[in-house]
């Protein structure tokens, strides 16, 4: 769609971030800092820095929020404005730039070091967070996007009107690949719609990728043949660029639907390079997410930090869930699912939402508050001891989830619809909040 | 060399990684629930997590050595342990972990996942941060590391005992390529060894690296061919892989020696892409490194990060310098720049050893205390206005350089020094202390 689009860049696109900042110099400072330092400016005004120049590439201070004065510094290292005297008041604020595309042109890794490069350890900040981005639709020109995303991935499994009901092979590391197939065997059986390898599980030399895709997919090639249900298997396919064009390749001839890799572990333009080669779903891995996310004094918001690598093409992205076993508020986990299912531009571009992946402590448990904070069915819902642990076994532990998602879609709580349901009243017993 | 040595996976070797950790939980509950995430373990127990598995595949904790304790947490999001009471005692220490390599074999991307992955937002944790990593020579036989390093980089600009003298072209972003290479002509007269493009002008369309590219090398083969002396010039190829590619072989088809890739743009991957293509020297810009390292509390130590980019194959690599213009410590600079020299592995493998960059503020102030920290002249000392805003010209201020290093190496005071070379008492009277 975006290819019938003018999409080259246009003097007057601009790329915009937005920042939360903690600094004791005064605010319009901090930000013109920000602002030179990311563009045209260097510590020492060079003489090729014309003001016409300055005026055609310079990074903009769009606008500033004061958020009220800080005790203490979040951040180390941090100084004062040169000849500073009297007491020092030390703000945070939130502040946007803006740059014009023409600095660094439509690509995501060179707008990264613009971004999010030096300034996070400049000098006058004691916290310095990216929080969004804003990007022209010239990167639509370069960028696929996601290719199967919400539609494609219901298209790929034949599951509508609910969310997929995912799992994680366990344990993570350690099995065979026919102790994989068999995990497989019984996660299908158990009617599971969507199965995922640990990201801890690519290709170690006890459990070969090129020995294990076979024998699963050969199990759920016969599932498909006997029950005409096609559960996706996202293979853990990260490696090097080249290794994860030919294990994509090997997915697809096994039959397969779906890859799965780690984000932080092949950067940007390793993603690039896959998406541009791939015909299979790709399922983002976050894992790593916390040295970007879990500090609020440094770092990226996943708000900033999903939009790149839906451009660069992925198709699902985790974002924990609600009450998860790790450090993150549930309002942040709802906060991040509604970015996916955002549009990145608005029509006629394309939008590149992608559906967000619930995981970590999941059970029938939270589907209903899920439902109510997210608005959409259009999710993954990963369990492990949810499905697993169920007291009737693993597929009534499927069958609780369909009946938790149905009783959340209906309006009626749990416990009352659990009481003509036996798996969802299994759980609900199995699984105390 | 290490092509002929054993390089196979063994079933004894092992990774290890340090980490700093901030918990309320008993320190031995804590690292062996880092160590559970991490390998075999999940939240709840699965039932092929059998003890021979584990006993093979599972990590173990190596040390644990306490800090002592914390007044508040570092990071929000953390717990207790379950069950809790009385007084909660929160403290900090270091962990180290251990991994069969079987695991994950020699996969850097996958090594991530598994010493960098979800742990960062472990409930227990209220801060982790990874402080080194130790590698068995398994790697070697995947990963090339350095290919020009610091013997490498010497031969190719033929300056012996001192630092390469660099700089930075500057206004960052704006010059056409016209007004680049006249400012490169005007650096290499002055008389530097290298010359780098700012990280934010890659392929700007007002600065096309095709058109870049030619001309720069054009006004450098012209300079060689007059003077004998070619500096190196570190042209910015940060994109995407294929582009990365096709961006090395024109500059090694004009004439360069080095090009410069934005680390935390690319990816590993990308890096490892670029390193089997490349018959050039790699400069490594870690833009964007503050995410990282610049919390206490959360990320990656400097001395774990550049040992992956090492063993994927850069030959230089930023470090700061000291009394920069950033957050960082000078101890920290030094600490950086002491671990690029020092040997990834004993001979006989590839010790994979780089070249440090300093810059940031740099003039001839800070050889002497630089040198006496560093023990060592095999870095780039990049200077901007300690060149370009030396009193006498560039070329003054290059020579201010060249004796402030010789004034270090004997061991006379700068001040002394000065009294007799009018280039460094020039220097001296320009930039304060």
Same mark, same amino acid.
């Given at each position: 769609m975006s290819d019938t689009l003018p999409t080259q860049?246009?003097?007057?696109?601009?790329? &915009?971030?937005?920042?939360?900042?903690?600094?004791?110099?005064?605010?319009?400072?901090?930000?013109?800092?920000?602002?030179?330092e990311q563009s045209t400016g260097t510590f020492v005004r060079t003489p090729g820095e014309t003001d016409e120049l300055r005026a055609r590439y310079a990074a903009r201070v769009e606008k500033i929020v004061e958020l009220g004065a800080v005790d203490a510094p979040s951040l180390s290292g941090s100084g004062l404005p040169r000849k500073h005297t009297g007491p020092v008041i030390r703000r945070a604020a939130e502040v946007t730039l803006s740059w014009p595309l023409e600095n660094m042109g439509p690509s995501l890794p060179n707008l990264l070091?613009?971004?999010?490069?030096?300034?996070?350890?400049?000098?006058?900040?004691?916290?310095?967070?990216?929080?969004?981005?804003?990007?022209p639709t010239e990167f639509l020109s370069v960028y @696929?996007?996601?290719?199967?995303? /919400?539609?494609?991935?219901? @298209?790929?499994?034949? /599951?509508y009107g609910r969310p997929l009901i995912g799992t994680i092979l366990k344990p993570s590391v350690g099995m065979s690949p026919e102790q994989t197939a068999a995990q497989v065997r019984m996660l299908a059986e158990a009617g599971v719609d969507f199965i995922?390898?640990?990201?801890?599980?690519?290709?170690?030399?006890?459990?070969?990728?090129? @020995?294990?895709?076979?024998?699963?997919?050969? /199990?759920?090639?016969?599932?498909?043949?006997?029950?005409? &249900?096609?559960?996706? !298997?996202?293979?853990?396919?990260?490696?090097?660029?080249?290794?994860? @064009?030919?294990?994509?390749?090997l997915v697809a001839a096994a039959g397969g639907t779906c890859v799965m890799v780690s984000l932080n572990s092949v950067g940007l333009p390793g993603m690039v390079a896959l998406r541009r080669h791939a015909s299979l779903a790709i399922h983002g891995h976050r894992n790593g997410w916390g040295i970007f996310g879990r500090s609020h004094a440094i770092g990226m918001s996943f708000i900033? !930090?999903?939009?790149?690598?839906?451009l660069a093409g992925i198709d699902h992205v985790h974002v924990n869930g609600l009450r998860n076993k790790f450090c993150e508020?549930?309002?942040?986990?709802?906060?991040?699912?509604?970015?996916?299912?955002?549009?990145?531009?608005?029509?006629? !571009?394309k939008g590149c939402t992608i559906m967000p992946v619930f995981s970590s402590g999941q059970s029938a448990r939270q589907a209903p508050d899920t439902y109510k904070a997210l608005g959409s069915l259009d999710l993954i819902y990963a369990c492990g001891g949810g499905i697993l642990a169920h007291p009737a076994g693993?597929?009534?532990? /499927?069958r609780s989830l369909h009946q938790a998602w149905q009783a959340a879609v209906d309006g009626i709580p749990l416990a009352q619809y659990a009481s003509t349901h036996t798996e969802l009243r299994g759980a609900l017993e199995a699984f105390p909040d």
């Amino acid at each position: 769609m975006s290819d019938t689009l003018p999409t080259q860049p246009g003097a007057a696109s601009r790329i &915009k971030a937005r920042y939360w900042i903690e600094t004791a110099f005064p605010l319009a400072d901090a930000a013109f800092i920000m602002a030179g330092e990311q563009s045209t400016g260097t510590f020492v005004r060079t003489p090729g820095e014309t003001d016409e120049l300055r005026a055609r590439y310079a990074a903009r201070v769009e606008k500033i929020v004061e958020l009220g004065a800080v005790d203490a510094p979040s951040l180390s290292g941090s100084g004062l404005p040169r000849k500073h005297t009297g007491p020092v008041i030390r703000r945070a604020a939130e502040v946007t730039l803006s740059w014009p595309l023409e600095n660094m042109g439509p690509s995501l890794p060179n707008l990264l070091a613009t971004v999010a490069g030096n300034l996070f350890e400049l000098k006058p900040f004691s916290g310095l967070k990216l929080l969004d981005i804003e990007l022209p639709t010239e990167f639509l020109s370069v960028y @696929q996007g996601p290719q199967f995303a /919400v539609e494609g991935t219901r @298209q790929l499994t034949g /599951v509508y009107g609910r969310p997929l009901i995912g799992t994680i092979l366990k344990p993570s590391v350690g099995m065979s690949p026919e102790q994989t197939a068999a995990q497989v065997r019984m996660l299908a059986e158990a009617g599971v719609d969507f199965i995922k390898d640990d990201e801890l599980q690519a290709d170690g030399p006890h459990c070969p990728f090129d @020995q294990r895709i076979p024998q699963v997919l050969r /199990v759920l090639n016969e599932y498909a043949d006997h029950t005409g &249900k096609r559960p996706m !298997y996202a293979a853990n396919i990260t490696g090097e660029i080249d290794q994860m @064009q030919r294990r994509h390749d090997l997915v697809a001839a096994a039959g397969g639907t779906c890859v799965m890799v780690s984000l932080n572990s092949v950067g940007l333009p390793g993603m690039v390079a896959l998406r541009r080669h791939a015909s299979l779903a790709i399922h983002g891995h976050r894992n790593g997410w916390g040295i970007f996310g879990r500090s609020h004094a440094i770092g990226m918001s996943f708000i900033a !930090y999903q939009k790149l690598w839906r451009l660069a093409g992925i198709d699902h992205v985790h974002v924990n869930g609600l009450r998860n076993k790790f450090c993150e508020e549930d309002a942040s986990v709802i906060a991040s699912a509604r970015e996916c299912l955002t549009p990145m531009f608005a029509p006629p !571009y394309k939008g590149c939402t992608i559906m967000p992946v619930f995981s970590s402590g999941q059970s029938a448990r939270q589907a209903p508050d899920t439902y109510k904070a997210l608005g959409s069915l259009d999710l993954i819902y990963a369990c492990g001891g949810g499905i697993l642990a169920h007291p009737a076994g693993p597929a009534a532990g /499927v069958r609780s989830l369909h009946q938790a998602w149905q009783a959340a879609v209906d309006g009626i709580p749990l416990a009352q619809y659990a009481s003509t349901h036996t798996e969802l009243r299994g759980a609900l017993e199995a699984f105390p909040d």
